[in-house]
T-cell receptor
Framework: EPEVTQTPSHQVTQMGQEVILRCVPISNHLYFYWYRQILGQKVEFLVSFYNNEISEKSEIFDDQFSVERPDGSNFTLKIRSTKLEDSAMYFC????????????FGPGTRLTVL | AQSVTQPDIHITVSEGASLELRCNYS??????LFWYVQSPGQGLQLLLK??????LVQGIKGFEAEFKRSQSSFNLRKPSVHWSDAAEYFCAVAPRGSSYKLIFGSGTRLLVRP
């Protein structure tokens, strides 16, 4: 069964450093998403991406965040200058269509900012 | 304000007992409704979803959920719990229309007694 994959599974970085989290969505999907879950808190929407542009973003997704689909398979989330409060589990998801379709989630990347 | 509430943080049931996990939402119009499960170290797996039609929906692993418009609820049920059902369960909604984001409840952690 096709699945969403994410690398790395765990990323440790120093405050102020840039990180790139990588995701490989399901191959025929067209919509891509990033969510995050701070330890002990809700899963929160960050951004959705379709047709090579952001279709929606939350207030969390400020100028420090960016997303890219650099080739036909990868979908990345970049945090330019990490803060302590960016420590969280980051989930990538993809769907075939928009909000009438199921979003399939990857296993997540745990980001720890020291 | 739009919100999803899962009032139970933890629930413990005995193996073989029935289960009901509660979910209430607050939205202007009935959103799309989902239940996801997260096992330790795993991503979020869709159990079932409601878009329209029959208010009792069947999902994977023997789960079902009932949409009750009058109560703005979408409770998850299982008639007989197995030890492998121990996990965290998230209710989520997606607004109808052009927004594709999922909005998650805070989750209910299910513990299963042998």
């Amino acid at each position: 069964e096709p699945e969403v994959t994410q690398t790395p599974s765990h990323q440790v970085t120093q405050m102020g450093q840039e990180v790139i989290l990588r995701c490989v969505p399901i191959s025929n999907h067209l919509y891509f998403y990033w969510y995050r879950q701070i330890l002990g808190q809700k899963v929160e929407f960050l951004v959705s991406f379709y047709n090579n542009e952001i279709s929606e973003k939350s207030e969390i997704f400020d100028d420090q965040f960016s997303v890219e689909r650099p080739d036909g398979s990868n979908f990345t989330l970049k945090i330019r200058s990490t803060k302590l409060e960016d420590s969280a589990m980051y989930f990538c998801a993809s769907s075939d269509r928009g909000n009438t379709d199921t979003q399939y989630f990857g296993p997540g990347t745990r980001l720890t900012v020291l | 304000a739009q919100s999803v509430t899962q009032p139970d943080i933890h629930i413990t049931v005995s193996e073989g007992a029935s289960l009901e996990l509660r979910c209430n939402y607050s939205y202007g119009a009935t959103p799309y409704l989902f239940w996801y499960v997260q096992s330790p170290g795993q991503g979020l797996q869709l159990l079932l979803k409601y878009f329209s039609g029959d208010t009792l929906v069947q999902g994977i692993k023997g789960f079902e959920a009932e949409f009750k418009r009058s109560q703005s609820s979408f409770n998850l049920r299982k008639p007989s719990v197995h030890w492998s059902d121990a996990a965290e369960y998230f209710c989520a909604v997606a607004p109808r229309g052009s927004s594709y984001k999922l909005i998650f409840g805070s989750g209910t952690r299910l513990l299963v007694r042998p």
